[in-house]
């Protein structure tokens, strides 16, 4: 069955620092990946989508690649702020829009 | 433009009960998922409409769950009788495209059975 593993439990970084953030995938070949963001008691956030043939995205301080190679996208936090603390998750999408989601990475960012 | 609610944000009932929990996606959005998160977990996908007809249910748990999706518009889940690993957060999201569409989910349902 398909699997997803992000990286560690909980990532802490000082702020203006780059959080990088790894979503690694099993047995599965999505068309596309997408990136959200979660906050306490609250549903996640759309953040960023690269498709299978897309190597790297960039919006704003966000920037994702990804890699069908080594089954593998890479999440990165440019100058990061105490703002951004929150759970990021990693979803593989299917041409059905169905998600499968990773269990997700929770950044902290310390001023 | 009103996101998606879901009604109610939390739910607390005892094995062998019924609880019903609802969803009002983004007003034309023909795309509705449902997905649970149980404690500890990923959030796993259960089931997916396009207008009203069930597109893919092939993450239902079992015969327990009934989702419903009215006229196309706000959908239901209904959980009977609920057991105990019933137990977890429902989110809704809603669409206006199937494939790379962004998803648009909702606060969640918090249900615990007893």
């Known amino acids: 069955s398909q699997k997803i593993e992000q990286n560690s439990e909980a990532l802490n970084i000082q702020e203006g620092k780059t959080a990088t953030l790894t979503c690694n995938y099993t047995n599965y070949s999505p068309a596309y990946l997408q990136w959200y963001r979660q906050d306490p008691g609250r549903g996640p956030v759309f953040l960023l989508l690269?498709?299978?043939?897309?190597k790297e995205k960039r919006k704003e301080r966000l920037k994702v690649t990804f890699d069908t190679t080594l089954k593998q996208s890479l999440f990165h936090i440019t100058a990061s702020q105490p703002a951004d603390s929150a759970t990021y998750l990693c979803?593989?999408?299917?041409?059905?829009?169905?998600?499968?989601f990773g269990q997700g990475t929770t950044l902290q960012v310390k001023p | 433009e009103a996101g998606v609610t879901q009604f109610p944000s939390h739910s607390v009932i005892e094995k062998g009960q019924t609880v019903t929990l609802r969803c009002d996606p983004i007003s034309g959005h023909d795309n509705l998922y449902w997905y649970r998160r149980v404690m500890g977990k990923e959030i796993k996908f259960l089931l997916h409409?396009?207008?009203?007809?069930?597109?893919?249910e092939s993450g239902m748990p079992n015969n327990r769950f009934l989702a419903e999706r009215t006229g196309g518009t706000y959908s239901t889940l209904k959980v009977q009788p609920a057991e105990l690993e019933d137990s977890g957060v429902y989110f809704c999201?809603?669409?206006?495209?199937?494939?790379?569409?962004?998803?648009?989910f909702g606060p969640g349902t918090r249900l615990t059975v007893l």
């Open positions: 979803a593989l999408g299917a041409d059905t829009g169905k998600l499968i």
């Open positions: 690269i498709r299978e043939n897309e």
């Open positions: 999201a809603s669409s206006q495209v199937m494939r790379e569409g962004t998803q648009y």
């Open positions: 409409f396009v207008k009203e007809s069930k597109q893919d």
